[in-house]
């Protein structure tokens, strides 16, 4: 079946550090890819999405590209900054159209000022 | 503005009780869902409701049961709760069966 794989659990990282959480997923066809981030005491949000290979989707400095060759939607940002410590779950949407959503395990980002 | 109002927000219960977790949406959005969060293990569908007494089972159904009677609202029963029913609930909708909106959730404690 379809599923995400999301590397890291955790990561580290001081105010204006490179970010990479790297997902890789599983799927027939070309299946629609979301990036969620969820903050303490919250729901997750939709960060962004894409549906085609090559495209990328990108919100709050945050971008990730679809790439259908190494089946991966890589989450990069250039500079973080506290206030993006968060959990960030990559997602996809699952064959047949059926509304469900498959959720990697999450990463769990903290950044030190 | 758009809104997954998710009610309690905390909810203590004795194993043996039952258990009822109330979910409202203002987007008039036809599919909702419900999904437990624990540490280790993700977010996980329980049920997903397509419209109005359409609801189809997720990846762990059992020892849940739901009710959409009206699209705006959707609940989720435990019935006589388990201690291992103690979660973090989260309910969601979606206009087009593919961007989610989620609730702040709720945090269940089965002791």
């Known amino acids: 079946g379809d599923s995400v794989t999301q590397t890291e659990g955790q990561v580290a990282l001081s105010e204006e550090d490179f970010l990479t959480i790297h997902c890789n997923y599983s799927a027939s066809g070309y299946p629609t890819l979301f990036w969620y981030v969820q903050y303490p005491g919250e729901g997750p949000q939709l960060l962004f999405r894409?549906?085609?290979?090559?495209e990328k989707g990108s919100s709050r400095g945050f971008e990730a590209t679809y790439d259908k060759g190494t089946t991966s939607f890589h989450l990069r940002k250039a500079s973080v900054q506290e206030s993006d410590s968060a959990v960030y779950y990559c997602?996809?949407?699952?064959?047949?159209?059926?509304?469900?959503?498959?959720f990697g395990l999450g990463t769990t980002l903290q950044v030190q000022p | 503005d758009m809104k997954v109002t998710q009610m309690p927000r905390y909810l203590i219960k004795r194993m043996g009780e039952n258990v009822l977790l109330e979910c409202g949406q203002d987007?008039?959005?036809?599919?909702m869902y419900w999904y437990r969060q624990d540490p280790g293990l993700g977010l996980q569908l329980i049920y997903i409701s397509y419209d109005v007494d359409s609801n189809s089972e997720g990846d762990i159904p059992k020892g849940y049961r739901v009710s959409r009677k009206k699209r705006e609202h959707f609940s989720l029963i435990l019935d006589s709760a388990k201690t291992n029913q103690t979660s973090v609930y989260f309910c969601?909708?979606?206009?087009?069966?593919?961007?989610?909106?989620f609730g702040a959730g709720t945090r269940l404690s089965v002791l």
């Open positions: 997602a996809l949407s699952g064959a047949g159209n059926t509304g469900k959503l498959i």
């Open positions: 894409a549906s085609r290979d090559k």
């Open positions: 969601a909708s979606s206009f087009s069966q593919n961007t989610l909106y």
């Open positions: 987007m008039s959005h036809e599919t």
